[in-house]
């Protein structure tokens, strides 16, 4: 079926450097995006989302763009943090149900002091 | 607020034995979400409750598993016989707006649950 993808890479970045974190969606149906942050043993928290209808948004230090042609989403941290070490998820709700996320496999980010 | 609350936060048990997963949603959530992370197959939704009554348990791997949510403030998930490929992170989400179109959903700190 189609899913969210990510090959799970890693990205290592040095403290103040900025951060770009990529998603490839395939669902082409999906019209509402979520960017979740999970650090070791605990939840997913939520970042900041974006619905089709925009092609970016921005938060606090953090920016999302989607590229709905090319069907990729990414994630921008400004000035990364070793608290900004984490895995990283996009989730993609396809509109089919009003409900049901769909997570990528995740992408670590490492920050280096 | 305290967040979702999940208890216990590690579980290990033998094969064959039965496992139950505790979940508090956030107060004045009406959707809740169970969901399981592995390694291989990432985050998972197992069911879905919206107003205490399950919408979509597509997820449930098999009847092994069981959840009930029997009044707005807490869940149960049940997996009756466990066996070790049960193992696996199992969250617990709550969201205020399960019925539209913005599905934020808040996590708790998860269950790690292991079968031996």
């Known amino acids: 079926g189609e899913s969210v993808g990510l090959h799970l890479p890693t990205l290592s970045v040095q403290e103040g450097d900025n951060s770009i974190i990529n998603c490839a969606y395939s669902?082409?149906?999906?019209?509402?995006f979520i960017w979740y942050k999970q650090e070791s043993g605990k939840g997913p928290q939520f970042i900041i989302d974006i619905r089709s209808n925009m092609d970016k948004r921005q938060g606090q230090r953090v920016t999302v763009l989607l590229n709905k042609t090319v069907k990729h989403l990414s994630l921008q941290i400004a000035a990364t943090q070793p608290g900004d070490s984490a895995v990283y998820f996009c989730?993609?709700?396809?509109?089919?149900?009003?409900?049901?996320?769909?997570f990528g496999k995740g992408t670590l980010l490492t920050v280096n002091p | 607020d305290a967040g979702v609350i999940q208890s216990p936060r590690h579980e290990v048990t033998e094969m064959g034995q039965e496992v139950t997963l505790r979940c508090k949603p956030i107060?004045?959530?009406?959707?809740l979400f169970w969901y399981r992370q592995t390694m291989m197959r990432g985050l998972e939704l197992l069911i879905y409750f919206n107003n205490n009554v399950p919408i979509d348990d597509s997820g449930m791997p098999e009847d092994r598993f069981s959840a009930k949510m029997p009044n707005a403030s807490f869940s149960t998930l049940k997996i009756q016989p466990s066996e070790p490929r049960d193992s696996a992170v199992y969250f617990c989400?709550?969201?205020?707006?399960?019925?539209?179109?913005?599905?934020?959903?808040?996590f708790g700190q998860g269950t790690r649950l292991t079968v031996v």
């Open positions: 989730a993609e709700n396809s509109g089919g149900s009003n409900y049901k996320l769909t």
């Open positions: 669902n082409s149906a999906s019209d509402y």
């Open positions: 989400a709550s969201s205020p707006r399960g019925g539209g179109r913005n599905t934020e959903a808040f």
């Open positions: 107060s004045g959530h009406n959707s």
